[in-house]
């Protein structure tokens, strides 16, 4: 075999709308969303910023094809499944992904846009309690509360991941002092300074997904 002294190519992979966004949730879920720049999106796919322009029309557009990612990786509900083994599942399924990825909910807040996959979920979220027996505005109600509870708490893990971790001492000692004063909260203490988010968003959702189906009956 000889050579000839010609380096070898690299071939580039097909810049395409899904890479742009695929690559825009890598570098946000590693870097924070408000480090995100059709630069740095660039620099990560090792083309030029303005090459991107070619497949999405602004940042704008990323954020909306980053929120429709996140939905798309969230399985849809069972149309014959128990209505509340589902909506527990993909609620519990909704949490993940928003835990996952932290900048969801922000971004949710932010835009208020919805792709086909967060479309797709919603109308069956909806026609699994339709089917359940809730009317239209029962439904919407339903809804609402799911949707709150949801992001409530996502948002909550966003912005104070480590409330667990932190207060639990600081608190305690705070509130010695003052035990005679308010004795409930001293005797919680260790756990009001304390959050588990997951635990706690699966209990709210239980009494939530209790409370819809006395409802029905």
């Not at 409330?163 to 002092?177: I, K, N, P, R």
Request: a negative charge; hydrophobic letters at 40%.
């Amino acid at each position: 075999m000889t050579y000839d002294g010609a380096m070898p190519t690299r071939t580039r992979e097909t810049l395409t709308r899904d890479r742009i966004i695929d690559a825009a949730v890598m570098y946000t879920d590693a870097h924070g969303i408000d480090s995100l720049s059709m630069r740095k999106l660039g620099a990560e796919l090792d083309v030029e910023a303005m090459s991107l322009y070619n497949h999405v029309a602004n940042k704008d557009d990323i954020y909306d094809g980053m929120i429709d990612h996140v939905f798309a990786s969230i399985p849809l509900p069972e149309q014959d499944g128990d209505w509340q083994d589902e909506i527990r599942r993909i609620g519990m399924a909704v949490m993940d992904a928003f835990t996952t990825h932290p900048w969801t909910v922000n971004l949710l807040m932010m835009r208020g846009n919805f792709g086909p996959a967060a479309l797709r979920f919603t109308d069956r979220v909806i026609a699994t309690l339709n089917s359940a027996g809730f009317s239209d505005e029962n439904a919407h109600h339903a809804w609402q509360m799911l949707s709150s509870h949801t992001m409530g708490y996502a948002f909550q893990q966003a912005t104070n991941p480590g409330v667990a971790h932190h207060h639990g001492t600081d608190v305690s000692d705070q509130l010695e002092s003052v035990a005679s004063e308010f004795p409930n909260v001293a005797r919680l203490a260790p756990l009001l300074a304390q959050c588990e988010y997951g635990t706690e968003f699966a209990f709210g959702l239980d009494i939530i997904i209790d409370g819809l189906a006395a409802r029905l009956n």
